[in-house]
């Protein structure tokens, strides 16, 4: 199944081990270990994380090495960007209405 980004970043413990891969490449059970979840489930979340093309993994003789590969959180970048916009025009709308109401 292909994942997208707005499905990996979806879940708290997916975007915090892109958080900490963002700053570090680290290997599976180092991931693992910031976490009370089992192995298998932080496997499960980075496997989501390598199908969106959000994490990258390299193997190092028997070590698996995960980083992030944060130029597909752009695509999230430009979809919230557009809300943004709007979400502003609604509010600064709203701010004038009440203005307007407590001058009444």
Not at 2 to 24: C, G, H, S
Not at 67 to 87: C, D, G, N
Request: hydrophobic share 40%.
């Amino acid at each position: 199944m292909r994942r997208d980004v707005f499905q990996a970043i979806a879940d708290p413990t997916r975007r915090e081990i892109i958080n900490m891969l963002a700053k570090k490449e680290l290997n599976l059970n180092a991931v693992a270990d910031n976490f009370s979840i089992s192995r298998p489930a932080i496997s499960k979340h980075i496997k989501i994380l390598t199908e969106c093309g959000l994490v990258v993994i390299k193997q190092q003789g028997r070590e698996r090495y995960c980083r992030a590969e944060l130029k597909k959180l752009k695509e999230v970048a430009e979809w919230t960007e557009r809300y943004k916009e709007f979400w502003n025009q609604k509010l600064d709308a709203l701010g004038s209405f009440l203005e307007n109401e407590q001058a009444k």
